[in-house]
């Protein structure tokens, strides 16, 4: 059983930063590929970052450019630096560790951008 606790989330301005993590209850963190995904009121979930096991990321294209995840293996720990927030980045993110047969979640935390 895998426990994936997020925090960091809250209220910003547009164009304010926020630091999400995802600290996750194992100790085989390191071969998980881990994900942040989003869900927006009345839109379909969205993929919004993922990390490999080896530290490769790759990002949704609206984020590109001012999102950073990253993961700290000694620490269990994955990162979401959120950096040029807009109002369409509010959305409950949620954290996702997956191996090819099985995959986790979080409980989410709530990210609103408004002025």
């Known amino acids: 059983q895998v426990q994936l606790v997020e925090s960091g989330g809250g209220l910003v301005q547009p164009g304010g930063s926020l630091r999400l993590s995802c600290a996750a209850s194992t100790i085989t963190f390191n071969i998980y590929t881990m994900a942040w995904y989003r869900q927006a009121p009345g839109k379909q979930r969205e993929l919004v970052a993922v990390?490999?096991?080896?530290?490769?990321?790759n990002y949704a294209d609206s984020v590109k450019g001012r999102f950073t995840i990253s993961r700290d293996n000694a620490k269990n720990t994955v990162y979401l630096q959120m950096n040029s927030l807009k109002p369409e980045d509010t959305a409950i993110y949620y954290c996702?560790?997956?191996?090819?047969?099985?995959?986790?979640w979080g409980q989410g935390t709530q990210v609103t951008v408004s002025s």
């Open positions: 996702n560790a997956e191996h090819p047969a099985i995959a986790y």
């Open positions: 990390v490999s096991s080896s530290g490769n990321p």
